[in-house]
């Protein structure tokens, strides 16, 4: 007779790339095939499927979602163009001009809208982890961005009716012509953003000849994967100045130019910063953030962290940039922003000046806010939302938003959480340098991608989070925060095999989590005893001093650590669960 804990519902796991899916599966064929009598629904959504399927695998993996209701995800690949053009030679058979977006682009943002999910990011409580905090008084960095444009010049506005948001243009015809169009609900808050390219040009030469002057590297940071057509145009022009004007006077002068998406490197400037360097971010709502970031840092350093960091991320509907409309221009012209048959803006636009359309759900917003609370109060946490509504309509929506959501709860007396409101700036600023022992950071999308990558890098690892995403419908998918860990991967494959370094602990966490969902939803208290030792075998691992390389020398007793691989790690994780009691 078979050991193994049953299990009712399926558990839908999400397959991807590189080394965290070469660690997925062992951990899937450890912790859950092994010890349980459970159905996976399995999906790949590796960057090679998705080509394959054109992008059909993203719908399944949603359809999946929805349908049982909880997933884990592993990290997957966003292909670059030399990635593609790489897929590409290697199927000949597919044509590569009608492939779908999903076929190329990240799932993340399909599928979070897919589930209409909003994210949570939590530090997995790691009780001996300490992180030795950069020396960040003093220290020679600088930020420039750009002063102009952007979403700092924008029109943002509060729909007035319920209808469709049409962008239009005027070119040299002197004829309209549809760019796109969307439906909005009154109320619904949406902006246009455009910037000059000929002030992005200026500016990259302002960039480059300053780091040059003053002996700096230049690190660069856009969002280019995700907004290919607002921020892909800016890099593709900035870096062709590089090369044309700037890349031989580097070299002699030994200088290193670094492009690498604004997130990842946010974390890298303020938890692994270098010693004397020019980081550019062009747009000027990120830049003005980071900078202001930079300047507190220089001043007062970073604290040691007593308490773990949890940051909610506003995703559900496809808001913001990430569900933006972002296109360059075709040729000079008038855009027109057209809401319900009304005009509501025009602007001039150049031939090949990046534009961007964007808005959001009222409804969506209400959901998101209503699911901080929730959260916040379950686990007695102060709120700290980042909103900049003095002078932008589009965030000022969030705050009647906040009103209506408190108020709802006192009716239904339910005490809503303690919550201050200050700008997104001060929100990141106190997040990093002044952290309250146990408080949520809620943020807009692209917001809320950059502060999670910094607090996770914080916490020693992007490893050692765990992220959660829930829809208002309860579908629920479990995550790990990090990537596929390229060079890990290219590592392990020059060495056969026999090279294997990864830490697993997000995406153990991440199956703990779904397990202990499931076992919550049909009342199974075996299960819900083995998803608790689960995450108990992983936090003791660590505890006793057994870490992977990633962690070395961040633990409360370095002199007591075992380093080992990541094979070493998982047994030493399955070997605390086989003893702990209920086992």
């Not at 946490?381 to 009647?400: A, C, I, N, P, W």
């Amino acid at each position: 007779m078979s050991n193994r804990i049953k299990v009712t519902a399926p558990l839908v796991i999400l397959h991807g790339d590189e080394m965290a899916q070469v660690a997925f599966e062992k951990i899937l064929e450890k912790f859950v095939s092994s010890p349980l009598d459970i159905r996976l629904v399995e999906i790949d959504l590796s960057a090679e499927h998705r080509l394959l399927t054109n992008g059909r695998a993203v719908i399944d993996a949603i359809e999946a979602l929805k349908r049982y209701r909880v997933g884990v995800k592993n990290a997957g690949m966003t292909v670059n163009r030399a990635q593609l053009g790489e897929l590409l030679a290697k199927h000949p058979e597919l044509d590569g001009t009608k492939l779908h977006p999903l076929a190329t682009k990240s799932p993340n943002g399909a599928i979070r809208k897919g589930i209409g999910g909003n994210i949570t990011r939590e530090d997995i409580q790691f009780r001996n982890l300490q992180v030795r905090r950069p020396d960040w008084v003093g220290r020679d960095i600088e930020v420039d961005t750009m002063e102009h444009g952007g979403i700092k010049e924008s029109f943002n506005a509060l729909s007035t009716a319920t209808g469709v948001i049409k962008l239009m243009f005027v070119g040299a015809s002197g004829d309209p012509v549809e760019l796109h169009r969307r439906e909005v609900n009154k109320g619904d808050p949406w902006l246009l953003a455009t910037n000059n390219l000929d002030d992005v040009k200026a500016w990259a030469h302002h960039f480059f000849q300053r780091a040059i002057d003053e002996k700096r590297d230049a690190y660069l940071g856009l969002k280019d994967t995700v907004i290919a057509g607002y921020d892909g145009v800016m890099r593709a022009a900035i870096e062709r100045i590089f090369e044309a004007d700037y890349r031989r006077q580097f070299e002699t002068l030994g200088l290193e130019y670094h492009y690498e998406l604004i997130d990842a490197q946010a974390a890298r400037l303020v938890a692994n910063p270098p010693e004397r360097v020019l980081w550019g971010v062009p747009d000027n709502n990120t830049g003005r953030k980071l900078y202001k970031l930079v300047n507190q840092l220089k001043q007062h350093g970073i604290p040691s962290r007593k308490a773990h960091v949890s940051l909610s991320r506003m995703s559900a509907g496809g808001g913001d940039q990430y569900g933006s409309y972002n296109m360059p221009a075709e040729e000079d012209g008038i855009l027109k922003v057209v809401v319900d048959g009304d005009e509501k803006h025009a602007r001039r636009v150049k031939k090949g000046d990046p534009i961007l359309l964007m808005s959001n759900d009222r409804q969506a917003i209400k959901d998101w806010v209503g699911q901080v609370f929730r959260d916040a109060s379950r686990k007695e946490k102060e709120v700290y939302f980042g909103l900049k509504r003095e002078y932008m309509e589009y965030d000022e929506v969030f705050s009647t938003v906040i009103t209506e959501v408190r108020l709802e709860l006192a009716q239904a007396d339910t005490p809503p959480p303690s919550f201050m409101i200050m700008r997104p700036s001060s929100q990141l600023i106190k997040m990093i340098t002044d952290p309250p022992r146990n408080a949520l950071y809620p943020a807009q999308n692209l917001d809320g991608d950059i502060f999670s990558d910094i607090s996770a890098a914080l916490g020693g690892s992007l490893a050692t989070a765990s992220s959660i995403i829930e829809s208002q419908s309860g579908t629920m998918l479990f995550e790990a925060p990090h990537g596929t860990a390229h060079d890990l991967y290219l590592k392990y494959l020059e060495s056969d095999g026999k090279e294997a370094h990864f830490n697993s602990s997000a995406l153990i966490y991440a199956v703990a989590n779904a397990l202990e969902t499931l076992a919550e939803r049909e009342g199974n208290d075996a299960l819900l005893d083995y998803a608790t030792r689960l995450k108990a075998a992983l936090i003791d691992t660590v505890a006793a001093g057994i870490i992977t390389g990633d962690l070395k020398g961040k633990t409360t007793d370095p002199d007591a650590e075992q380093v080992v691989d990541m094979q070493g790690f998982l047994d030493a994780v399955e070997a605390r669960l086989m003893v702990s009691p209920g086992s």
